[in-house]
């Protein structure tokens, strides 16, 4: 099974949901300034997504990097994984277009943490397959991000409802916290 | 002939194909969480057909892996099938949004149909492509799932009217039944 | 200059071309078969157009085969053709839902016409940059297909006010005859 | 960090970003001539964005290829860029069917300047990455276009308001002037 297939489907699918989010922002029917103002939180819901799915393209990518053989198991957990990224957009829509509602909040949170579960699982997948000395097992060492990011998306998603304030703040984290590229990936890979 | 192109094309539709279907799945109006209520059965058909989706590209592309030489017939047939794939999106909508009604379930039935059909024309000109010791050709065998797709298809569409029950447990059997991807393929390539 | 990038980005704008016309066959709102009557026109407007994309993109990597060297003129003659090719959703879409009206059945012609032209500039651009012994153009001969094509389309487009049947008898002419793939330098390729 | 990754992903996006530019022009009701009259700005407009996104595509593979070390910061740089440059369908279609409103005309230019900042930025950084020794920043010498540029879209969006007219030269003298695809950056390559 050829990586470079599965790594250029993913890359294609995920440019296109990263674009495709962006015909949400529909446009304004007058000419004015003012006709752009209830499109902020459409936008600012359409800027915090994308910096997700860069952050999952960029992520996707440094896994991908330390993998060696592809199983049928693999292949599904990342079309699983892509399945949950391809309803971002729609999170994203919704969320932005009803001005961050609590319950488009806690929906929102829920994709996210689908998300970060088919993560968790194709990462593991991958490990598994790469047996004892696996690459990527070293790179993520305990994998703080990896681990804590769900527990995150789950207190987001209690909030939601009550002080969807918080889940905004917690989304906003978790992306920062993600922005950076996983160094210690590029670290262990460097030192082999 | 490039296989690669031809690899990356088919791969470039079928990403479109399997992302575009999302945005069948419109945002509602409402913010609550009955409004989500009425797109469960445009979720689930989403979901089965992006499982049928993720069934093609993998078999598409374990076929592609035995191909050297492409011609004209195959490149048609390779157009041909992703002519029908790319009518998936529009049987998956329609389904969904009338609750898998009788002659909507007949229609999906039609164009699985049509593209278990495709399939098959594609794998016999690569296997003929390949004279004799066609490699495709020993990998799959007796090709049992390949000739019981369609008639399990034809069988769900002569259903889809009367109990269209039947006509959807069939699809989701077919669709189990070709989750596994191809070991046929891989064992035999493995062999060589 | 990079002559996969070209080829990879033409691909991807072809992909989503072809992909995106499916769009514009709109899900109808019952769900009785006789819903479907009125799509005809625009399936088979659809048909017509994904084999006619189809004979660009597979004499579109025919002709790049035979490239070498890229050039800003053969760049932007490509990313011309690709403009005119974008339109072809657009034409389809308009003469499908109107039953192939006299109007859309030209507009349809000057689409067609202006890619013909766009494929020719190209074709020479990629001849002269090929100097004496150009591969191209041993291989196109006479060229007597990409000749008469613009010609046809434009005998179309004058009837296709007064019996628009004409035009489409020629649109469905041509596209035959590009359908088999051009032998001619595959022929000349494998001489080499 | 793998650079056909990150301009496969690149270019996946210019596709799908210059290709559902074309969805905004909508199929008109009518079946006549006087139909298309009213989308004759929005495909104007269609054609100018299609330039711009043809410079960006053509100027960005260029630099890439002075490319060899990915870090951190240049991939984000770069999807700072593909954000901005998804932002110009929704500028086009807004400016478009409007007929060059006074607003839109802005808005239009904010997006270009935005464009123009993120370039610099991922251009900047690219730089820094190669050391003293820079082949991009030999190839780019002055880089007069690249700084002239933001400056110029400052003074259309300056005038859009008042006299709208000259903010549309502007934006197509500006992209005439990058229509030339960047010597510079081949001459310096050729010479290594």
Not at 88 to 110: D, K, L, Q, R
Not at 125 to 138: A, E, R, T
Request: zero cysteines; aromatic letters at 12%.
């Amino acid at each position: 099974m050829n990586k470079t297939r599965l790594e250029a489907f993913s890359d294609g699918v995920l440019a296109i949901i990263i674009t495709i989010m962006v015909l949400e922002i529909k446009v304004p029917h007058g000419n004015e300034l003012s006709n752009l103002k209830p499109l902020i939180p459409i936008f600012l819901s359409y800027l915090l997504s994308f910096i997700y799915l860069g952050i999952y393209w960029n992520n996707h990518h440094h896994m991908m990097h330390t993998l060696k053989n592809i199983n049928g198991g693999i292949l599904w957990a990342n079309l699983h994984l892509l399945f949950w990224l391809s309803l971002i957009p729609f999170a994203t829509a919704w969320n932005g277009e009803n001005h961050f509602a609590p319950t488009t909040m806690m929906i929102y949170g829920v994709v996210l943490f689908m998300n970060g579960i088919a993560y968790f699982i194709l990462q593991n997948l991958i490990i598994k397959s790469q047996g004892d000395n696996s690459l990527l097992k070293k790179a993520i060492g305990k994998d703080y991000k990896g681990k804590s990011s769900p527990i995150l998306y789950l207190i987001a998603i209690i909030f939601a409802n009550s002080i969807p304030i918080i889940a905004g703040i917690i989304y906003i984290f978790v992306a920062l916290m993600w922005l950076v590229p996983d160094k210690r990936i590029e670290r262990i890979i460097n030192h082999q």
